[in-house]
């Protein structure tokens, strides 16, 4: 008898709860660290993908699977990995898990920032080496002294960030083009034109997703609008940044230090100037990896897709 369950193609790692309930609909097949070769040539076998942020799902992909992929889920928020253009036209919808991991970035947007204020993976690396001593540069003024907090885009994790800014005594502002003004009253945040943003913070935090209009929209132009000495913490996505001219910027002392857990390669080349840049910290795209945030996001995921395979969802993410 043939078995009428969907195939569902797990490609990268996904909680256990979220495999179970996958597995109550349909067969479930985990092959993880899969070359763009080898997808492609398994994709023809399946209905759904799961991927996190590892995967590129190319046209290609859409292409090899002949019509039979009805669904790619995304376990996580950024479906940048995703050719939504070659999805629409293959007739395959792109789900997503919009909020399990919201705090989980957020978090890690804090950490990223007050470490790099103090100076504590330079400081650590140091004291490791055999020296204790605290070098004039990593004195520096307290986050609570009045620095502006500058988050850009105050969506689900930028709120969260405002939020945990104001609480560490900070005093935050926010450019975002979509967020209405009295959601941004809610959480006591004022929202300020980019210019002024970008021209008036010590810290700027930065939550957009990436499209063709953030791509690069931190160059040179908007660096050299910048307070000197500013501090930049990017939790969102690598490729909103032009990271030659975060190299430049970091050289001319405009930027201070910057703190990186996306990067437009990831993972960034082992020579990459940016990374190995001292006044850079730099994290390997962990901002989601609590355990509260992956087993929510895998159950997130999987409910989106066996939705769709079940012919519950009639839109793209
Ligand atoms: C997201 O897009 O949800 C985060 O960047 C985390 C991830 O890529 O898994």
Known sequence: MMDAKPTVLVAEKLGDAGLELLKTFSNVDCSYNLSPEEL?????????????????????????????????????????????????????????????????????????????????????????SGLWQVAEKQICRSVASGENTCCDRVGKVGSEVARRAKGLGMNVIAHDPYAPADRAHAIGVELVRFEEAISSADFISLHMPLTPATSKMFNDETFSKMKKGVRIVNVARGGVIDEKALVRALDSGIVAQAALDVFTEEPPPTDSKLVQHENVIATPHLGASTTEAQDGVAIEIAEAVVGALKGELAATA
């Open 40 to 128: 492609c040539t398994k994709i023809s076998l399946c209905d759904a993908l799961i991927v996190r942020s590892g995967t590129k799902v190319t046209r290609e992909v859409f292409e090899r699977s002949s019509g039979r992929l009805k669904v790619v889920g995304r376990a996580g928020v950024g479906i940048d990995n995703v050719d939504l253009s070659a999805a629409t036209e293959h007739g395959c919808l792109v789900v997503n898990a919009p909020t399990a991991n919201t705090i989980a970035a957020a978090e890690h947007g804090i950490a990223l920032l007050t470490s790099m204020a103090r100076s504590i993976a330079q400081a650590d690396a140091s004291v490791k």
